[in-house]
């Protein structure tokens, strides 16, 4: 994910790969699973799995929370995708997760995958309800080793077509 903060500097060099909507997983039994655009005005009254500190969906996550100037009740850290699934399939938790990490949540009946609302009320950027955007860092000296620059190019090329084909499932 992109951090300002350590990209910022005219020795990186960032290539934006795609920008992915985050979305609301919870049990298929869960009162927000009810809702075909999760407003944030319900979400924020759930406790969350959220994952462990260091990821920058914690952070991102947590921004959002401090924008809304809600309190986030995060509940439980995790780090794989399997145990967001296995702790919000219980029943009580919710997670907000990138579309990309909800691929097989989609094909799993004990839970529900739903985009956020998008609200003009709060202070996300452009009234969207919330993106992560993925980015690719190196340094400029680096980037002038074959291998190095020959990666930075397959992946730029690649990238894009595999997500394309993954939102529209």
Known sequence: MNNQLLTATREMVVAVLYDEPIEVLTAADH???EYEHVPWSELIHYPQVVFKDGYGMQR??????????ATLQAALEVNTLDAFRGVVRQGGFVALLPRSA????RNDPSLAVRP??????????DGCSLT??????TT???LQIPPIQHFWELVQENIPPQLDSLQQS
């Open 60 to 69: 991102l996550v947590q921004d959002s929370f401090e924008r809304l100037d």
């Open 31 to 33: 009162p927000l699973a």
């Open 102 to 105: 909800l691929v097989e949540a």
């Open 140 to 142: 400029q000296d680096r």
């Open 132 to 137: 992560r955007q993925v980015v690719m860092i």
């Open 116 to 125: 956020l609302a998008s609200d003009s009320n709060i202070a996300l950027p």
